[in-house]
């Protein structure tokens, strides 16, 4: 990854002892050090027919469940975030790769990548490939910004 995870302009910071205490090591793992869970091993990889999904690490809302879609990746996929201020994009270069890095906007913390192109039948020819570790839904309309 490019920064250090956390550090910056997030509103929402922690210490890594901090980070620590409030995640499990997977949850750590992917969000605080930029890792990957397994394809087809995350419990929001099917379309949820409502509701929406927020920052495990901070309770931010990220996406709706309105703008989830089957791209057949092992992820859940998104065509759009919640807000185009929800999630913040940056340059990676790791694994020998040029993608763009999907990270929350509030904690920094990263969720997966955003592909553009691809041919999917969304509005906006996008597809957020998010760990659902990253993620916890909610059936309310309504989700905690913090």
Known sequence: MNSPLGEGHYRFALSRDEWSERLNADEYHVLREGGTERPFTGEYEEVRAAGTYACRACGAELFRASEQFNAHCGWPAFWAP?????????????????????RCAS???????????????????????INSICLVHSDDAEASTE
């Open 107 to 129: 904690c920094g913390s990263h969720l997966g990548h955003v592909f553009r192109g691809e041919g999917f039948p969304t509005p906006t020819n996008e597809r957020y490939c």
């Open 82 to 102: 919640s807000e185009s201020d929800r999630v913040e994009l940056r340059e990676d270069r790791s694994l020998g790769m040029v993608r763009t890095e999907v």
